[in-house]
């Protein structure tokens, strides 16, 4: 694939993380059946799909954070072994949880500075300005010393994107490569929402050499703005690609269903039950 690096220039570029026919199952049900993707440098993906149907699962698959039952994963063309913990991807990926996942008794700065306080050598006063500046990056100057119960719902989701983006910014390298959103705009009001979408472009823009990353979201405010391109996940495939505006021109029958919100179509409903 010819592809568009930063500077404009036309590469062939590896795929930084490609999945090849990945298969999950859950009570031996598929949820994953021999998915193929290429994420490409640069890209800004937004996965899509009915509820249930494996999207916060491909995003832990991407991760390592948990184990496939067959398939291979490679990352910057390495093929990763193991999860995450086991061994070390060529690359870093960052993941941004759905329950902004904060640990409740330590304080904000705390929470952000956690892998740097546990797993690097750098003294305390280095890490806390670098806290700082996550911070500020996420628009919390100050929340430092707030604990995560005085904080409201888009408050903890910008401390867990700072926490999720933090590196030193003497070294640009040390910045997450690809950053996994899941469903980062739920629960918020549309007003926050924005704030969040508009968050995670200007870390793709601003913050790394070149930001990769993979959205998950059932907000169709967050799919508009942050995708560049569309993926629908149906029964363990992705089963459409395409633009945002061929969202609302395409015929594919999943996807227009989905739009709609009709129960009839293929996609398959489960009947409210009776009471
Ligand atoms: N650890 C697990 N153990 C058993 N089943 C699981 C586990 N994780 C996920 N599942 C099941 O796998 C299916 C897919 O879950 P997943 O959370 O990936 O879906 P999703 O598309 O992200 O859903 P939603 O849009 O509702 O968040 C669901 O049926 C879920 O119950």
Request: with cysteine; glycine share 8%; net charge negative.
């Amino acid at each position: 694939m010819t592809t568009t690096t930063c500077n404009g220039a036309l590469t062939k570029a590896t795929p930084v993380i490609e999945l090849r026919g990945v298969s999950k199952f859950f009570d031996n049900k598929p949820i994953l059946d021999e998915a193929d993707l290429e994420i490409y440098p640069g890209d800004a993906l937004a996965i899509i799909g009915p509820s249930g149907t494996g999207k916060s699962t491909i995003l832990r698959a991407i991760a390592g954070l948990m184990p496939i039952d067959s398939g291979e994963i490679y990352v910057n063309g390495k093929l990763r072994k193991g999860l995450i913990e086991e061994s070390t991807d060529p690359l870093a990926i960052s993941m941004v949880f759905q329950q902004a996942a904060l640990f409740d008794s330590l304080t904000v700065a705390e929470n952000v500075g956690f892998a740097l306080y546990q797993h690097s050598q750098l003294p305390p006063q280095r890490i806390q300005e670098i806290v700082d500046y996550a911070l500020e990056l996420v628009g919390l100057p100050g929340a430092g010393p707030l604990m995560p119960s005085e904080l409201s719902g888009g408050m903890r989701k910008r401390v867990s994107f700072a926490r999720a983006v933090m590196h030193d910014p003497d070294n640009r390298n040390s910045a997450p490569s690809v950053v996994l959103y899941d469903e980062p705009t739920a629960g918020l009001d549309p007003i926050a929402s924005t704030v969040i979408e508009d968050l995670v472009r200007y870390l793709q823009r601003d913050v790394s050499a070149c930001s990769t990353y993979v959205m998950v979201s059932h907000q169709e405010s967050t799919i508009r703005r942050t995708g560049d391109r569309i993926l629908f996940l149906y029964q363990g495939k992705f089963q459409w690609s395409g633009s945002v505006s061929e969202l609302d021109t395409t015929d594919n029958p999943l996807v227009r269903q989905f739009l709609s919100a009709s129960v009839q179509g293929p996609i398959k409903v489960a009947p409210a039950r009776r009471v």
